[in-house]
């Protein structure tokens, strides 16, 4: 079973409450969702309207994902790291922004029926590709095989990141690092999720 889709019910949380968690950032890694089922959902756009359709990650970025979690297993399950790859059709005359990947992506995620658990995301605004690699830990491999398997070489990546820190039991916190990943001229978005848990 892959251990590669974002937990969707945490992201929706994220994008219509619009809370701010102001816990420190510590440096750790992501949480596995279950595997998507869903191909197509239409989800509207500020500027049209965008079908997301789960790819899924490449044979290389699975490899890499399974890799990673395996690690973090042999480390007490130290941390949880997932990954969604989508495609979507682009017809507008203007270029898909990162306001619409996120508004799409969160949307999708509001759509999942598994919504349970609420985590209070903390916008850190868009960031550059460094601030992903540095943030990969035992998913280092990611980089570069995230631009070479689904970009084209050229394009500028745009990053968005968000961050929670929230207590799971007394004393042990789980950190969440959530990276969207847009792709402007591939038209595909990538979703990454690493989380660190305090043991």
Known sequence: MFRHTVQWSVLASALFLGACNTAPT????????????QSVRAVESKLSQIELEWEG???????????????????????????DV???????????TLSDAVESVFALMQQDPREQSRINWQ????????????????????????LTELGNGTEQVQIRYFYSSYLVAPGAHDWNHLFIVLFPQSHRIAVFNLVNHEI
């Open 26 to 37: 510590p440096t750790q890694e992501p949480t596995p969702a279950p595997e998507s089922t």
């Open 57 to 83: 990650p490449t044979p290389l970025l699975e490899s890499d994902m399974e890799a990673g979690n395996e690690e973090c297993d042999s480390y007490y399950n130290w941390c949880d790291g997932t990954l």
């Open 86 to 96: 989508y495609g979507f059709p682009w017809s507008s005359t203007q270029a898909p």
């Open 123 to 146: 916008d850190r605004g868009t960031v550059p590709f460094s601030t992903l690699s540095d943030t990969l830990f035992f998913f280092d491999a990611l980089d570069p095989h995230l």
